[in-house]
């Protein structure tokens, strides 16, 4: 039994010799187990207890607990040691020079490469912001994740109305949709605002598409919406030719068709003449020569029912501008998924 204790208490000055020249945590996490682990030391002791009488294996024990206590502590102090140490070189071994400009990046300070700056979409957004405010129109928002109300049915999509399939969407366990088009804002603005009202709601939207050079699933538009006592079909063309006389800075060739959408009545497709092949045919038009970038409208009586108002007082128009088309038309993009690609090969042309 004297053995025992003798060799419980030996294991102190190891274990001191160990726990000193351990330089880092995981050292000291595995001396922790060489001494006082499931096959360490202590326990290779403890498993000659079976030999000693009750007396006896009362004493042993009492020195071992005593021993994890003392190497407790010199862990714990150890532990402490360390961590002051790291704190004290951390400045040194963690510091960041934020001031060096890494090699990559000298080309971009010295002005010879590309800094970044905003994206083609945003920049045409605000240019279509400043026509449209400098015309009166305010500019109004919505969220992205809507209701059925404020995306399909005050808008005149009846429940089982087919037109839903062409805007079919990503749908939220709570019933929620991302929204399909811009559209939501003429009703959240018609809630909120009185007539006369001029608005205009960029932003993107979202469809559950099949992805080629045309289409995306997420997508930017510009709506635009007139409630006034009088608003014509006239009216409506007008601005849609300032518009575009404004961002091309030039007459651009459009073609208006009828077009239908359960919220405007009469509707119309505006289609310009493809800027990406000049009218020849390319993936971009579908090869028609011609791409679709302005439906429009005058609102459907229904929609300003739904807002509370009398269509015999008042009357609206409406359009919903695709904001990536129009962009590809100003640029010559020939295909819609570079603008979500984050490529940076792609965003330096502009
Ligand atoms: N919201 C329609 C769409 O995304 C476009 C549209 C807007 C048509 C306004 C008419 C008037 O397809």
Redesign the pocket.
Known sequence: MADLIGEIQALDQKAAAAVGSAANAEALQQVTQDFVGKKGALTQVMKQLGSLSAEERGAVGKAANEFKLRFEALITEKEQQLTEARYATLAETEFVDMSVVPAEFAAVKSGAAFSGHIHPISRTQKQLEDIFTSMGFSIVDGPQVEDDYHNFGA?NFTDDHPARD??DTFYTTTGHLLR????TV?IRALERMKPPLRIIAPGR?FRYEEVDASHEHTFY?M???IVDRKVSVGNLLHLMQTLLTEVFGREVDVRLRP?Y?P??EP??ELDMKCLVCDGKGCPVCKHSGWVEVL???LVHPNVLKSAGLDPNEWQGA???L?LNRLVMMQHGIEDIRHFMAGKLDFLKQF
Not at 180 to 183: M, P, R
């Open positions: 808008l062409m805007q399909t088009h811009t559209s003429q939207v538009q709506e635009g919406m077009g959408f919220f405007v509707g119309f439906p429009c409208g409406a359009f919903g695709g």
